[in-house]
Nanobody, 128 residues
Framework: QVQLVESGGGLVQPGGSLRLSCEASGVNLRLYGIGWFRQAPGKQREGISCISSSDNSTYYADSVKGRFTISRDNAKNAAYLQMNSLEPEDTGVYYC?????????????????????WGQGTQVTVSS
């Protein structure tokens, strides 16, 4: 049984930091591109940061560029999202997704369709 489990969410003040983790079981995550997606209240789920399986190339949405850093540790079968300088607009449920067939790394983030596996999500709330 394949599972992706996100953790590390919580309540943080503006300007604060969080590190999200996505841990996989039942699947070799090194074979998959990984995407972090965010769903803000009342909005569609959007890809904010993705990393390829081949060369660890990365993609960031403009809204998080320079503040968020995606990484992966294939030995731990996990991926991470370091989020700094958090803003209230970063509030939402954060999901990780695994994508086996993809073209360029940005294609992982540009659609929620065609992903092989999703985690259950972790809530991030940025508020004073």
């Amino acid at each position: 049984q394949v599972q992706l489990v996100e953790s590390g969410g919580g309540l943080v003040q503006p300007g604060g930091s969080l590190r999200l983790s996505c841990e996989a079981s039942g699947v070799n995550l090194r074979l998959y591109g990984i995407g972090w997606f965010r769903q803000a209240p009342g909005k569609q789920r959007e890809g904010i940061s993705c990393i390829s399986s081949s060369d660890n190339s990365t993609y960031y949405a403009d809204s998080v560029k320079g503040r968020f850093t995606i990484s992966r540790d294939n030995a731990k079968n996990a991926a991470y999202l370091q989020m700094n300088s958090l803003e209230p607009e970063d509030t939402g449920v954060y999901y990780c997704a695994a994508d086996y067939f993809f073209g360029t790394v940005d294609s992982i983030c540009r659609s929620t369709r065609g992903k092989d596996y999703w985690g259950q999500g972790t809530q991030v709330t940025v508020s004073s």
